[in-house]
């Protein structure tokens, strides 16, 4: 099983509507985040949490909010989905109790907003 | 403002060669290193990392340098195989940071044809 995994794979939705991408980690790690990627421009941050009390925006977390309901759940919010969200998104998590610790990441969310 | 720079968007080199992938940043606080290697439909999973008290950084087929001086470091594959076929992303985090957040580059497609 992966150690990292979102719901759903893929969306396909209209604009306008209402997104929540979900997202669990069995690793134990305290730090998640939420990234999209659109082609030719890497990996962007749009959320991340130290921990269940700790939210912090991202580079570009405007149009979307995001839901630390566990440890282990991290979730993001499109509340009014448009077109320009169309993108891959990924969510990692990290270890806190050490320093210079990399992210997993699970395999995405193709999202696509018609 | 891009901090994490990856000029070549693709790259192609034939099987058994070396593969170089070259990254720059400009912000002279990172202090730790990573490459990811993502395949289609799979999130970007970890390979290497450097830290910014060494220069070299070796794993298998797979070693890492930096240069902090030019603010350059480069992942280099010997011998490259089809299966490192994949984009690769370089990141960076900065030194204090303690929400281990990473910056990206834009990526580069690696091809190793036979």
């Known amino acids: 099983d992966a150690d990292v995994t979102q719901t759903p794979r893929n969306r396909i939705t209209k604009t306008g509507k209402r997104i929540m991408l979900e997202c669990s980690q069995t690793?134990?790690?305290?730090?998640m985040y939420w990234y999209r990627q659109d082609p030719g421009l890497g990996l962007r941050l749009i959320y991340y949490s130290f921990d269940v009390k700790d939210i912090n925006k991202g580079e570009i977390s405007d149009g979307y909010s995001v839901s630390r309901q566990a440890q282990a759940k991290f979730s993001l919010s499109l509340e009014s989905a448009i077109p320009n969200q169309t993108a891959l998104y990924f969510c990692?998590?990290?270890?806190?109790?050490?320093?210079?610790?990399?992210?997993?990441f699970g395999d995405g969310t193709r999202l696509s907003i018609l | 403002d891009q901090q994490v720079k990856q000029n070549s968007p693709s790259l192609s080199v034939q099987e058994g060669r070396i593969s170089i992938l070259n990254c720059d940043y400009t912000?002279?606080?990172?202090?730790?290193f990573l490459w990811y290697k993502k395949y289609p439909a799979e999130g970007p999973t970890f390979l290497i990392s450097i830290s910014s008290i060494k220069d070299k950084n070796e794993d298998g087929r797979f070693t890492v340098f930096l240069n902090k001086s030019a603010k350059h470091l480069s992942l280099h594959i010997v011998p490259s195989q089809p299966g490192d076929s994949a984009v690769y992303f370089c990141a960076a985090s900065a030194r204090g940071s303690t929400l281990g957040r990473l910056y990206f580059g834009r990526g580069t497609q690696l091809t190793v044809w036979p």
């Open positions: 990692a998590t990290s270890d806190a109790g050490l320093v210079n610790q990399p992210q997993h």
């Open positions: 912000n002279s606080m990172f202090d730790y």
């Open positions: 690793k134990g790690h305290d730090r």
